[in-house]
């Protein structure tokens, strides 16, 4: 069973649109990252956030954490073919360290 | 800045053979860690090491040993490969042990393992 739990698994967009990708869990975290992965690379770190109802922004990407800290999103303004990639979002786990969800693989079309 | 580096890039391995992952890290991180990412599952946590002599299992530690003899390697062993064990391995650092949320993970580009 998946600790966190990421929708929707795919998505394809057109250049141009706006696009949110979710993490929940029943699960309340301390903190929540998340990262993208490219094809044939390991992850990397785009955010971290600590405080419920926080909101981040990074260019054309922001980033909320739940009031109750057990859900995250990531909302893409604008999309570009450069933000192709498969998203992932990560929490703590008690038992297992850092604990990811299973992804959302973003593809935007020129 | 080279950051982790991971070899093989890739290997097929026969079933019932011994294979070793090799991980190496040149930012002098205290936590190294290994998983294994396969479709739909995500990544998972095999084994990690808070600081050089010491390690830990993960989500999914069967079949699967490491060892930390020093801060910059971490090698990932499978003792007698298994077909389940077809998978992308990726290793990871962090400045700190706590392995939380709040550090940051450095991940190396992946080993692609295919056991038959």
């Known amino acids: 069973t998946q600790l966190l739990e990421q929708s929707p698994q795919f998505l394809s967009i057109q250049e141009g649109e706006n696009l949110t990708v979710y993490c929940n869990s029943s699960?309340?975290?301390?903190?929540l990252q998340w990262y993208r992965q490219e094809p044939g690379e390991g992850p990397v770190l785009l955010v971290t956030?600590?405080?419920?109802?926080e909101v981040k922004k990074l260019k054309r990407l922001t980033f909320q954490f739940g009031d109750a800290r057990k859900d995250s999103s990531l909302h893409i303004t604008a999309a570009q073919p450069g933000d192709t990639g498969l998203y992932l979002c990560?929490?703590?786990?008690?038992?297992?360290?850092?604990?990811f969800g299973a992804g959302t693989t973003v593809t935007v079309r020129a | 800045i080279a950051g982790i580096t991971q070899a093989p890039t890739s290997q097929i391995l026969a079933a019932g053979r011994r294979m070793t992952l090799r991980c190496t890290q040149d930012?002098?991180?205290?936590?190294m860690y290994w998983y294994r990412q396969d479709l739909g599952l995500g990544l998972r946590l095999i084994h990690y090491s808070n600081t050089a002599g010491t390690t830990g299992k993960g989500e999914v530690p069967d079949g699967y040993s490491v060892s930390r003899a020093n801060t910059d390697d971490f090698p990932l062993t499978l003792a007698s490969a298994v077909p389940s064990q077809t998978s992308v391995y990726f290793c990871a650092s962090s400045d700190s042990p706590s392995g939380s949320a709040s550090d940051t993970q450095y991940f190396g580009p992946g080993t692609r393992l295919t056991v038959l």
């Open positions: 930012m002098r991180h205290n936590a």
């Open positions: 990560a929490g703590d786990s008690s038992d297992y360290k850092l604990s």
């Open positions: 956030v600590v405080t419920g109802g």
């Open positions: 699960s309340v975290f301390s903190s």
